[in-house]
């Protein structure tokens, strides 16, 4: 072959065989695009939500049904797989995470990544938000890594990085989006309560020094702490069911007909929530202060509440008169209902001592978050914790707690 005469034709293919390589090159390079491609353009974006223009919330989670919520009034509702109210707090904090997404990097093109990132049917949470019939958003959320959690936006094979962790905030069970107060009232406004169960009744007031004494007609009882019925009143006066019974369990199987354990407690009316309480400040005992003894008494409301069979996992079923909710709570709160005379009485042979759970204001018990025995957020420990997981993990702890 005469190389000088056909150096063209070679190097035609040359350039050929060079050409295919650097399309397949191109080509396997984006089949195998890492999490982070590259900063968000225009095309990458996200739409801006407005909050308070949200009226319903879809959430579907892998091999579970959606559960649905809408805004009823001012309220939010779950509407399925069961009609109830909502926990208002879960549902803002889960408006809020959408109207505060972030864009910072596309974090991949290619659909062969929704699995690795967790933003395909089988792994990832989708969210929808509307408002009336308008869809504003339809995201698949995914895995959280390096500050940024993973979001796709259905139909688009497109992968975008957000700023900071939000799937928890989606990521729950129907459960944990129903309201699970119980009763929600000040510990402080509890005049009177009283404990009827197969070994006996026995029923307290507080006196003019607010210290809980035995009412009229009540057998004397020994070694008695009145520290202990403040403990109890505390842990009720704030109670959270941890679930609800499920739909076809009824009353009479739940053990809360005739022969479950009853508490009753008197509570000044409009006296305001335990969260209503937060932040009153000097100005508000001041104003209390001023009120005149000559004034109309305080009108009061009682809450009745039965405990009954064991539910699971050392749980009960509890329910709250004039409510047909069945709700499960922890063995920690029926005990507070489940009493006994030693249930009021100190230890023999030693001083009294304010237990878990006894802080008339609602602290927390010990071990928990910004406790003794656990830092808080900005403390010690594991740093790497995003500050929204450790505040769902908080919650959490303080459902395990029996709802303080």
Same mark, same amino acid.
């Given at each position: 072959?005469?190389?000088?005469?056909?150096?063209?034709?070679?190097? %035609?293919?040359?350039?050929?065989?060079?050409?295919?390589?650097?399309?397949?090159?191109?080509?396997?390079?984006?089949?195998?695009?890492?999490?982070?491609? =590259?900063? %968000?353009?225009?095309?990458?974006?996200?739409?801006?939500?407005?909050?308070?223009?949200?009226?319903?919330?879809?959430? /579907?989670?892998?091999?579970?049904?959606? !559960?649905?919520?809408?805004?009823?009034?001012?309220?939010?509702? !779950?509407?399925?797989?069961?009609?109830?109210?909502?926990?208002?707090?879960?549902?803002?904090?889960?408006?809020?995470?959408?109207?505060?997404?972030?864009?910072?990097?596309?974090?991949?093109?290619?659909?062969?990544?929704?699995? /690795?990132?967790?933003?395909?049917?089988?792994?990832?949470?989708?969210?929808?938000?509307?408002?009336?019939?308008?869809?504003?958003?339809?995201?698949?959320?995914?895995?959280?890594?390096?500050?940024?959690?993973?979001? /796709?936006?259905?139909?688009?094979?497109?992968?975008?990085?957000?700023?900071?962790?939000?799937?928890?905030?989606?990521?729950?069970?129907?459960?944990?989006?129903?309201?699970?107060?119980?009763?929600?009232?000040?510990?402080?406004?509890?005049?009177?309560?009283?404990?009827?169960?197969?070994? =006996?009744?026995?029923?307290?007031?507080?006196?003019? #020094?607010?210290?809980?004494?035995?009412?009229?007609?009540?057998?004397?009882?020994?070694? +008695?702490?009145?520290?202990?019925?403040?403990?109890?009143?505390?842990?009720?006066? /704030?109670?959270?069911?941890?679930?609800?019974?499920?739909?076809?369990?009824? $009353?009479?199987?739940?053990?809360?007909? &005739?022969?479950?354990?009853?508490?009753?407690?008197?509570?000044?009316?409009?006296?305001?929530?335990?969260?209503?309480? &937060? =932040?009153?400040?000097? &100005? %508000?005992?001041?104003?209390?202060?001023? $009120?005149?003894?000559?004034?109309?008494?305080? #009108?009061?409301?009682?809450?009745?509440?039965?405990?009954?069979?064991?539910?699971?996992?050392?749980?009960?079923?509890?329910?709250?008169?004039?409510?047909?909710?069945?709700?499960?709570?922890?063995?920690?709160?029926?005990?507070?209902?489940?009493?006994?005379?030693?249930? +009021?009485?100190?230890?023999?042979?030693?001083?009294?001592?304010? #237990?878990?759970?006894?802080?008339?204001?609602?602290? %927390?018990?010990?071990?928990?978050?910004?406790?003794?025995?656990?830092?808080?957020?900005?403390?010690?420990?594991?740093?790497?914790?995003?500050?929204?997981?450790?505040?769902?993990?908080?919650?959490?702890?303080?459902?395990?707690?029996?709802?303080?």
């Amino acid at each position: 072959m005469d190389w000088k005469k056909n150096r063209l034709v070679i190097g %035609a293919a040359v350039l050929v065989v060079l050409g295919g390589l650097a399309v397949w090159s191109i080509g396997s390079r984006e089949k195998d695009t890492p999490p982070e491609v =590259g900063s %968000a353009s225009s095309a990458s974006e996200l739409p801006e939500i407005d909050a308070g223009e949200v009226t319903s919330l879809e959430v /579907r989670r892998p091999d579970e049904e959606p !559960v649905r919520l809408e805004k009823r009034g001012e309220s939010w509702w !779950v509407v399925a797989p069961v009609e109830a109210l909502a926990d208002q707090g879960i549902a803002s904090a889960a408006l809020d995470k959408l109207a505060e997404l972030e864009v910072q990097r596309v974090a991949a093109t290619n659909a062969d990544n929704h699995e /690795r990132l967790e933003v395909d049917e089988a792994h990832g949470v989708r969210v929808i938000a509307k408002a009336g019939e308008t869809t504003l958003c339809d995201l698949w959320i995914g895995s959280f890594g390096g500050g940024s959690t993973m979001v /796709r936006p259905e139909g688009q094979d497109e992968v975008l990085a957000v700023s900071g962790s939000i799937k928890f905030a989606f990521n729950k069970p129907v459960k944990d989006w129903r309201n699970r107060r119980v009763v929600d009232v000040r510990p402080t406004d509890v005049t009177r309560v009283s404990f009827e169960n197969a070994d =006996g009744t026995w029923r307290f007031e507080r006196d003019a #020094e607010d210290e809980w004494t035995l009412s009229e007609g009540q057998d004397e009882i020994e070694r +008695f702490g009145p520290a202990k019925v403040q403990s109890a009143v505390a842990g009720l006066a /704030r109670m959270r069911a941890v679930d609800f019974a499920a739909p076809d369990v009824t $009353a009479e199987q739940a053990g809360l007909g &005739e022969g479950a354990a009853v508490v009753r407690m008197t509570v000044r009316q409009g006296a305001g929530s335990e969260e209503e309480s &937060e =932040g009153e400040g000097e &100005e %508000a005992e001041g104003e209390e202060a001023e $009120a005149q003894p000559d004034e109309a008494p305080v #009108e009061t409301e009682e809450i009745v509440l039965r405990v009954g069979n064991e539910s699971s996992d050392g749980q009960y079923y509890l329910a709250r008169e004039g409510d047909e909710t069945i709700f499960v709570v922890s063995s920690f709160l029926a005990d507070k209902i489940r009493v006994n005379v030693e249930s +009021f009485q100190t230890p023999e042979g030693g001083e009294e001592a304010p #237990e878990a759970g006894a802080d008339p204001h609602g602290g %927390a018990p010990p071990g928990m978050p910004g406790m003794p025995g656990m830092p808080g957020p900005g403390g010690g420990g594991p740093g790497k914790i995003p500050p929204e997981v450790m505040q769902q993990i908080q919650q959490q702890l303080r459902q395990q707690q029996g709802g303080h």
